[in-house]
C-alpha cells in the first residue's frame, strides 16, 4: 500500500464514521484550485448556514484538513479545508445530496470566488475519488476547462460521477451474481450425476 492510498483510507474513515456508512461508500470531489485565505471557507459556511439554514459541526481530526459535516434531514456532506481547494466527502448513490447538497455548495464556492480561479489552469481541475470493494483507491481526473463558466458544470460532473460508480457496482454486482449462478449449476449438476446408494436389504 503506497503512501496516498493509506491517507485516503484513513480519510475515508473517518468521513464514514461521520456519514454513518462504511468507508467503500465514501466519495471525494476535490475542485482543484489554491486559495489564498482560509477566510474563504468560513465565507462559504456561513453562507449555506444563513441561506440554506444548513447547520454544521466541526471535524478537527482524521480528514487531513479542516472538516465540516454540514446537511438537513435528508442527507449530509462534508467539506474540508485545503490551500489546493475545496474538497466535498458524499456518500456514493445519493441522489439527495447530488441534486441538493453539492449544487449549492459549488454555487456558493463560485459566487465567493469570484473571477480569481478563472485565471488559472483549470486542466485536471476536477478530481473524483473513492475506494473500490477491494479497499483500492480509485481516481478520476476531470478536465475543467469550462467547469467554472458554465453555470451548473461541476454539479454535472459530480452527477455524471456518481451515475457512473453506481453503473460500476451494478456490474460488479452482476458479476458475482453470474459466477454464484454457475457454481450453483455446477453444484446441481452434480449431484444429478451422483449415483444413489441402495439401501442394505433387511432380514426377514
Known sequence: MDYREKTFKEKFTCAATHLGI???QVVSLKI???????SEY???????????????????????????LLGDEKSKIIIVEHETGLEILY???????????????????RSIRGNFSRKNN???????????????????????MHAYEASM??????????????ESEIKEVMEDVKKLTLRLDKMEKQIIAK???KKPKTKQ
Open 32 to 38: 482543484r484550485d489554491t486559495v489564498m485565505s482560509y
Open 42 to 68: 468560513h465565507d462559504l459556511i456561513e453562507s449555506l448556514k444563513r441561506e440554506a439554514g444548513f447547520e454544521y459541526t466541526k471535524i478537527d481530526n482524521g480528514l487531513q484538513g479542516q472538516g465540516y
Open 195 to 197: 449415483p444413489k446408494k
Open 91 to 109: 456518500i456514493a448513490g445519493s441522489i439527495a445530496s447530488i441534486i441538493s447538497l453539492i449544487p449549492l455548495v459549488l454555487q456558493s464556492w
Open 122 to 144: 483549470l486542466d485536471h481541475d476536477i478530481e473524483i475519488r473513492r475506494l473500490d470493494s477491494n479497499g483500492h483507491l480509485r481516481e478520476e481526473h476531470v478536465h475543467g
Open 22 to 24: 462504511k468507508p467503500e
Open 153 to 166: 458544470g461541476s454539479y454535472y460532473l459530480a452527477l455524471t460521477s456518481s451515475a457512473n460508480l453506481i
